[in-house]
Nanobody, 123 residues
Framework: QVQLVESGGGLVQAGNSLRLSCAAS????????MGWFRQAPGKEREFVAT????????SYADSVKGRFTITRDNAKNTVYLQMNSLKPEDTVVYYC????????????????WGQGTQVTVSS
């Protein structure tokens, strides 16, 4: 089992930045690729970003490319999502997830999920 706990969400004005963190425990963190997803009320959860076990390979949704950056620190068992130039439409709950080794954009391919952290961007 891998336990994931997100933090760093909150209220921010449009155009500003926020950094989300996801702390992992339970198994060897460096064995897992990590992903960030987000979900608005009444909508499906959608892919945001993913990073492979070493941090070398990353991928982003078109809607966040150039604004968001995913990184990881295997020594701290933590993955981050740096969110810049935030927009009101980025107002959703953000979830981190883990799967073995390689990146993926697909929810069904992730084995472990955190509880989510709310991000609210005011205009």
């Amino acid at each position: 089992q891998v336990q994931l706990v997100e933090s760093g969400g909150g209220l921010v004005q449009a155009g500003n930045s926020l950094r989300l963190s996801c702390a992992a425990s339970g198994r060897t963190f460096s064995n897992y690729a990590m992903g960030w997803f987000r979900q608005a009320p009444g909508k499906e959860r959608e892919f945001v970003a993913t990073i492979n076990w070493s941090g070398v390979d990353t991928s982003y949704a078109d809607s966040v490319k150039g604004r968001f950056t995913i990184t990881r620190d295997n020594a701290k068992n933590t993955v981050y999502l740096q969110m810049n130039s935030l927009k009101p439409e980025d107002t959703v709950v953000y979830y981190c997830a883990a799967r073995p080794l390689r990146t993926s954009r697909y929810l069904a391919e992730y084995d472990y999920w955190g509880q989510g952290t709310q991000v609210t961007v005011s205009s």
